[in-house]
């Protein structure tokens, strides 16, 4: 090999060094920029509900500063354009409570049922069959759920109940239930499925009936599972907006008679924000202080879900 030759080697030895280390560093500086990277897209959501709640005190504060906090969270009159306002969200926070028992007496004994039947009953066939088509109602918009709780289930319900009204609680309590089915069914049966087998087997060993085992073993184990499905069905039936829009009315009546028409904490955040409320106005910043309710109730609801999961979890 002539000294040329030689020396065209060295050249393209130390070019392939020098692009190495141009990788290399490149590499290095991905390496270093991907957890910043990672770090600016984990805090969006937490800036985004720092953000919410910001607004909701700030906006929430300038209410209570033109009405009485006493009078909002004691007042069981909601007037708020008459000549001489009234805003007290008592009937606001009847609605939501009401409609959302209402919902949950539904929900919770066929969810529950339904949980049971899929994970110790059912057959791996049936299982696969079932529980896709149930978590399809999950999928179904709530607008519809709003109409066909308007169009269907309250005609249906004047049959027997000629005093209901047009608008009333009890037909979009129901349909929220039914709206509600997949999530405590999917999450129950989730908490069962989790339980050994060898527990089950045990039980059977020892002379157990199939649902003595269901009802004495498997339900207790998934316990915590089983109220968290709970307590987020209910939850999610007091920030439900559409149904209770639509087939509620917008009523404030403070009255415990489910053929009357209510309103709930959603629906009048729903009426304001598309009504003529100009801002700066009172009714307007009462918005904010019955979103504010609202979030509170949300809040304490998925709080407590974490507790009971937490405080009763059983690990195997």
């Given at each position: 090999?002539?000294?040329?030759?030689?020396?065209?080697?060295t050249v393209?030895?130390?070019?392939?060094?020098?692009?190495n280390?141009?990788?290399?560093?490149?590499?290095?500086?991905?390496?270093?920029?991907?957890?910043?990277?990672?770090?600016v897209?984990?805090?969006?959501?937490?800036?985004?509900?720092?953000?919410?709640?910001?607004?909701?005190?700030?906006?929430?504060?300038e209410?209570?500063?033109?009405?009485?906090?006493?009078?909002?969270?004691?007042?069981?009159?909601l007037?708020?354009?008459?000549?001489?306002?009234?805003?007290?969200?008592?009937?606001?926070?009847n609605?939501?409570?009401?409609?959302?028992?209402?919902?949950?007496?539904?929900?919770?004994?066929?969810?529950?049922?339904?949980?049971?039947?899929?994970?110790?009953?059912?057959?791996?066939?049936?299982?696969?069959?079932?529980?896709?088509?149930?978590?399809?109602?999950?999928?179904i918009?709530?607008?519809?759920?709003?109409?066909?709780?308007?169009?269907?289930?309250?005609?249906?319900?004047?049959?027997?109940?000629?005093?209901?009204?047009?608008?009333?609680?009890?037909?979009?309590?129901?349909?929220?239930?039914?709206?509600?089915?997949?999530?405590?069914?999917?999450?129950?049966?989730?908490?069962?499925?989790?339980v050994?087998?060898a527990?089950?087997?045990?039980?059977?060993?020892?002379?157990a009936?199939?649902?003595?085992?269901?009802?004495?073993?498997?339900?207790?184990?998934?316990?915590?599972?089983?109220?968290?499905?709970?307590?987020?069905?209910?939850?999610?039936?007091?920030?439900?907006?559409?149904?209770?829009?639509?087939?509620?009315?917008?009523?404030?009546?403070?009255?415990?008679?489910?053929?009357?028409?209510?309103?709930?904490m959603?629906?009048?955040?729903v009426?304001?924000?598309?009504?003529?409320?100009?801002?700066?106005s009172t009714?307007?910043?009462?918005?904010?202080?019955?979103?504010?309710?609202?979030?509170?109730?949300?809040?304490?609801?998925?709080?407590?879900?974490?507790?009971?999961?937490?405080?009763?979890?059983?690990?195997?």
């Open positions: 090999m002539n000294n040329k030759e030689e020396q065209t080697q393209r030895v130390k070019s392939l060094i020098e692009k280390k141009q990788k290399k560093s490149l590499l290095s500086f991905g390496e270093k920029a991907v957890p910043s990277i990672l770090l897209f984990a805090m969006v959501s937490i800036l985004t509900t720092v953000g919410i709640v910001f607004v909701l005190i700030s906006e929430t504060f209410f209570f500063q033109r009405v009485s906090i006493i009078e909002f969270f004691t007042g069981t009159v007037r708020p354009l008459s000549q001489n306002p009234e805003f007290g969200v008592l009937p606001l926070v609605g939501t409570i009401i409609s959302s028992l209402i919902a949950m007496v539904v929900a919770g004994p066929i969810g529950m049922m339904t949980a049971i039947y899929l994970s110790e009953y059912a057959t791996d066939k049936t299982r696969r069959t079932l529980k896709p088509a149930l978590e399809v109602l999950a999928g918009p709530t607008i519809v759920y709003g109409f066909f709780a308007f169009t269907f289930v309250t005609p249906f319900l004047r049959q027997f109940i000629p005093e209901l009204g047009a608008t009333n609680i009890l037909a979009p309590g129901l349909v929220m239930g039914i709206m509600i089915i997949p999530m405590i069914a999917s999450l129950s049966e989730d908490a069962m499925s989790s050994p087998n527990m089950r087997e045990g039980a059977l060993a020892l002379g009936t199939k649902l003595e085992v269901t009802l004495r073993v498997v339900v207790p184990a998934a316990f915590s599972g089983i109220v968290a499905s709970f307590v987020l069905g209910i939850s999610r039936a007091i920030g439900e907006t559409m149904i209770v829009a639509i087939a509620s009315g917008s009523s404030k009546n403070f009255t415990f008679d489910l053929t009357q028409s209510m309103q709930t959603t629906a009048y955040v009426e304001v924000a598309g009504g003529d409320a100009s801002p700066g009714i307007y910043y009462s918005l904010y202080a019955v979103a504010m309710t609202l979030f509170v109730f949300t809040l304490l609801m998925n709080v407590l879900a974490r507790y009971i999961s937490r405080r009763f979890r059983e690990e195997y």
